[in-house]
């Protein structure tokens, strides 16, 4: 099946710094979204990319499906941006069964 | 608007009991899936259901575990038989808005922990 990995695994900044995650993936996707992860355990729908650029607010992400990656850049960071961030992948254009990566635990710290 | 809901959020059982676990879709949603997280193993597929097709079990773990849709909307996830590596956040999703065919949103998650 599809591989997904994500680096780095742990990235620890200050507030207000910017930073960029990485998603490789095995094949070509049909469906690429990124979540975000709260201490609650919420998983929270950042972007559904499978292809292209997009941006709300400070987040912003790119897929480059012809290379089989996905960046996602956090700008100017803030605590509430702490979390696990995942990406999840799917082949299928039918079931949407989505594969994830072992995620990147981003702490911001004040 | 109401985002999917999942009940309970939290549950301990004792190793052997049967569990069962329930997720409320977003209205108007056509697929819903179900996904476990644990420790070792990540997050991970387990059953999706669309429409009134026959559901898709390919990633169900073992016999132990099913699942149903009642009337195109709620779905009872129920494991028995409970083993200690059944313990894990089993999360619940939807999509097939009108809108967003693909995205998954999805709920808080149950967590189950099983002694």
């Known amino acids: 099946g599809i591989q997904v990995e994500q680096s780095p695994p742990d990235l620890i900044l200050q507030e207000g710094a910017n930073s960029t995650l990485r998603c490789n993936f095995s094949?070509?996707?049909?469906?690429l979204q990124w979540f975000h992860q709260n201490p609650w355990g919420q998983l929270i729908n950042l972007f559904y990319?499978?292809?292209g650029t997009k941006q709300n607010g400070r987040l912003s992400a790119t897929t480059v499906a012809t290379e089989r990656y996905s960046l996602l850049y956090i700008s100017s960071s803030q605590t509430t941006d702490s979390g696990v961030y995942f990406c999840?992948?799917?082949?299928?254009?039918?079931?949407?069964?989505?594969?994830f990566g072992q995620g990147t635990r981003l702490t911001i710290n004040p | 608007g109401a985002g999917v809901s999942q009940s309970p959020s939290n549950k301990v059982t004792e190793k052997g009991k049967d569990v069962e676990l329930r997720c409320d879709p977003i209205?108007?949603?056509?697929?819903l899936y179900w996904y476990r997280q644990s420790l070792g193993q990540g997050l991970e597929f387990l059953i999706y259901?669309?429409?009134?097709?026959?559901?898709?079990k390919s990633g169900l773990p073992s016999d132990r575990f099913s699942a149903e849709r009642t009337g195109g909307s709620v779905s009872t996830l129920t494991i028995q038989r409970t083993q200690q590596e059944d313990s894990a956040v089993y999360l619940c999703?939807?999509?097939?808005?009108?809108?967003?065919?693909?995205?998954?949103?999805f709920g808080p998650g149950t967590r189950l922990t099983v002694t």
């Open positions: 999703a939807s999509t097939g808005g009108p809108s967003r065919a693909y995205e998954q949103y």
């Open positions: 094949d070509s996707v049909n469906n």
């Open positions: 990319i499978p292809s």
């Open positions: 999840a992948v799917e082949r299928d254009q039918g079931a949407q069964k989505l594969v």
């Open positions: 209205s108007g949603h056509t697929a």
């Open positions: 259901f669309q429409g009134n097709s026959a559901p898709d």
